[in-house]
């Protein structure tokens, strides 16, 4: 159920769960002076599908958290549908003005799970208005680096609530690379290092963008691209899929790379590192991932190591 109130003239929601599918509103506000007796049907926003940050996991915000945490949420005009990047600032288009903005968490909304935002517009668009939500990945602009920007949606005469879609996958604000050593601008930025000397930030011997690929921290020295662990699979195992066993080998991962286990039986001489397994790609918020390899029976000794796959 949906309460909607009326102060001084503006439509206030009260609390309700995951969105307002589904939802039909019996209530209106009428109008304040300027309007009185007008008939206004307030026109609410919403997601039911968290929005993704950088990483894949779900933009900061929740209802209850404090509004400077929750990631930025703006509800611009797309003219025939047509949604322009933003600049490396995050300033918009002048194609794609602004109705408003807010944060992931909503406005007094019971959205309680990260990624969701609902809105209620108490002065609804014209009739026909083409809008979409565009999510930052920080509550201020000037720290953003990262957005999403959601499905275009028509605004019609009779709508009371509309659902944003978020398909596209998040994109940098600024792809270039003004340094040259290979991480972008945009991600120098969400990892806190765009204001280094070196391409090592932490000074641990690996570059920041070996770590980044490798799923390591580039600000923490103990942090470091290596194997987590090494476990015998038992044949018959389900999980070793066949008849011999197998080895589960755990590493670091960074959402969205690719992976290849490689195995060797030296490391002096010709060392030949060849192939162990299918290449495995990191899903969405998947820091941590294992890769499988066949036991050769002769093998007194196996070494392993973890390929990047561009």
Known sequence: MVNVYSRNGRCFPGRIGRGWTGVVLAAVCLAAAGARGQIIKP??????????????????????????????????????????????????????????????????????????????????????????????????????????????????????????????????????????????????????????????????????????????????????PAIQSIARVPAGSVESGGDGDAMRVRFLSQPGQKYQLEQAAILAGEQVFEPAGDVVTAGAGQREMDALAPVAAEAATTFYRIRWIP
């Open 43 to 224: 026109l609410y926003l919403s997601n039911l599908t968290p929005v993704l940050d950088q990483n894949g996991n779900p933009m900061p915000g929740m209802y209850y958290d404090d509004p400077a945490n929750r990631a930025r949420v703006e509800i611009r005009i797309a003219p025939n549908h047509l949604r322009y990047p933003p600049s490396p600032t995050g300033a918009a288009h002048p194609n794609n003005p602004l109705l408003t903005a807010d944060s992931v968490g909503g406005i007094g909304m019971n959205t309680a799970e990260p990624g969701l935002f609902a809105m209620v517009f108490s002065q609804r668009p014209a009739a026909d208005t083409v809008i979409f939500a565009r999510v930052f990945n920080t509550p201020a602009l000037a720290d953003a680096s990262f957005y999403a920007d959601s499905r275009t949606v028509t605004v019609t005469a009779n709508a009371v609530s509309l659902e944003m879609y978020f398909l596209d996958e998040t994109q940098p604000l600024d792809s270039g690379d003004s340094d040259g050593d290979g991480l972008i601008n945009s991600w120098e930025k969400a990892l806190g290092i765009d204001d280094r000397a070196t391409p090592d930030y932490d000074g641990d011997g690996f570059t920041d963008l070996h770590e980044h690929l490798m799923g390591s921290d580039p600000t923490d020295s103990a942090s470091i």
